[in-house]
């Protein structure tokens, strides 16, 4: 079994990438300034990242548009388009060790998870959109004696991707390989936290013969570099996966500059209802851990609020904190760790703001609560469960972004489903039943984008991945997502 001396040696070896891409180059950021790159394994400073700012964006962006207009790859034929996309995956997967460790020291999540999660659906999913990209075809209309009329999908011209940072690779990869396969010129913004996986990309991407300037990558903070992207007169669109707030901006920044498209998949505060007539409640239970404690509790998809039928309510408990109890935070570099560290002090202190504000709300800690391995200088907070959780609490409405469960009980079905739309957010929702016409009716009257019944985050690329009400619009995944970095045209000619 590899060792954790292994994966510290990769990253004692590693040149940390801190260098944007732009236009085919590795360049320094024309600030002059560089960020200090933080690892959340134990809190010190592991490289510094060259601080993009809007003269770097501008820059970007021309490049980005000078790919786009003189066809370099829009006009590429779609097999070329296919073999440079697919001899990308080929290297992401030759240097799978190094992306992984890279990105387990950039967020704190474990080696395993980053190795054997993370990066094989990042490469899966780039390979998913390199072969469908000769498959998205117009449409021909009516016949008509006078007339013949069919339409097309073109490629938009300059998508902005700006990625949040709790799954940095593969959720750049969600944006990053449809919209290339429609032809398009990326410019993409990592996370301030997670930047480095983001520039190996770009320069693996120049590796594999993406021509220059089509994915130019700039790390950089929000409210600079993301601003500057978003505002931008000549890009086309923005493609954002993060917080509520920031979304709120991006519809702003659009509304102010050339009504650029938007598209955003926001936050989110995920019921999982357990049924009385649940089919195997030890599966469920299983599933409900996971599905708050996966990643630190830092998925949009978490399910961090669980719905409990009165009558199994004390049983189903005792078996979720039996398989929270074997869930331990350690080293993110240890190959056996399942739980790693949370991604910066700043999002430890709001997990532990919530566990405070859920005892002094009356809600009943069953497990956890505390920050832990504090001599490491990391930031790690154990798994957590709050059971007797108000409906109306902070902690049943708002999103933690960690992990921290809140329990609540129903006594029948129908107010099950009314808490479980109870929210301003509408991105996933789990039930677990035998009664298949529960199943059904719960499914359609819940409010959520994926709803998953007896199992939890039951789906892959091949199906669309988005929210409701505050929670955004727009679908990543899919073939779905091809439509969203496209325009559709109509033509018709007049037959003489």
């Not at 460790?101 to 094989?120: H, Q």
């Not at 669980?306 to 904190?321: K, N, P």
Request: aromatic share 8%; hydrophobic share 45%.
């Amino acid at each position: 079994m590899t060792s954790l001396a292994h994966f510290e040696n990769i990253a004692a070896a590693l040149d940390l990438p801190s260098e944007p891409v732009i236009d085919g180059r590795l360049l320094p950021s024309l600030t002059g300034r560089t960020f200090a790159n933080v690892t959340p394994r134990n809190g010190t400073v592991i490289n510094h990242v060259e601080e993009c700012g809007a003269a770097d964006i501008d820059a970007a962006v021309s490049a980005a548009r000078r790919a786009f207009e003189d066809g370099r790859w829009r006009n590429l034929h779609y097999r070329e388009k296919k073999r440079i996309l697919f001899a990308l995956a080929d290297l992401m997967e030759r240097d799978a060790e190094t992306l992984a460790v890279l990105e387990s020291l950039d967020v704190g999540k474990p080696i395993k998870e980053a190795l054997n999660v993370d990066l094989p659906q990042a490469v899966r999913t780039l390979r998913y959109y390199a072969e469908a990209l000769d498959k998205v075809y117009g449409e021909v209309g009516p016949e008509t004696s006078d007339r013949f009329s069919f339409s097309v999908h073109e490629p938009l011209g300059v998508v902005g991707a700006i990625v949040p940072w709790n799954f940095p690779l593969h959720m750049a990869m969600w944006k990053v390989a449809p919209a290339l396969a429609m032809g398009n010129s990326v410019v993409l913004k990592p996370a301030e936290q997670s930047p480095m996986t983001a520039l190996k990309l770009g320069q693996l991407a120049l590796e594999a013969g993406v021509p220059p300037g089509l994915l130019n990558v700039v790390p950089g903070f929000g409210h600079t570099a993301g601003k500057a992207l978003a505002l931008h007169m000549d890009v086309d669109m923005i493609a954002f996966t993060g917080s509520g707030a920031v979304g709120r901006l991006l519809m702003q920044y659009s509304g102010e500059s050339n009504l650029k498209r938007v598209s955003l998949e926001l936050g989110g505060k995920s019921p999982q209802i357990i049924f009385a007539d649940c089919p195997d409640l030890k599966e469920a239970a299983l599933h409900a851990a996971w599905g708050i404690f996966y990643n630190q509790g830092e998925v949009c998809t978490a399910a961090s609020r669980l719905l409990v039928q009165e009558e199994i309510a004390d049983a189903f408990i005792d078996e979720l904190i039996k398989v929270a109890r074997d869930i331990v935070p350690g080293d993110p570099l240890e190959p056996a760790t399942n739980f790693g560290a949370m991604v910066s002090a700043e999002q430890m202190q709001t997990a532990l703001r919530y566990i405070e504000s859920a005892a002094s709300d009356g809600a009943a800690l069953r497990l956890g609560g505390k920050r832990v391995r504090e001599e490491s200088g990391g930031f790690y907070v154990e798994p957590t469960v709050f059971d007797n959780v108000a409906p109306s609490a902070a902690l049943a409405r708002e999103e933690v972004f960690g992990p921290v469960l809140a329990v609540i009980t129903f006594k029948e079905p129908d107010e099950a489903i009314r808490l479980a739309n109870d929210t301003v957010y509408g991105l996933a929702a789990g039930l677990w039943t035998r009664d298949i016409s529960l199943a059904h009716r719960a499914a359609r009257e819940i409010r959520a984008g994926l709803v998953w019944v007896n199992g939890w985050d039951a789906c892959d690329i091949t199906m669309p991945f988005g929210g409701f009400k505050q929670s955004g619009f727009g679908r990543d995944r899919s073939l779905h997502a091809l439509h969203k970095y496209a325009d559709l045209k109509s033509v018709s000619i007049t037959l003489r």
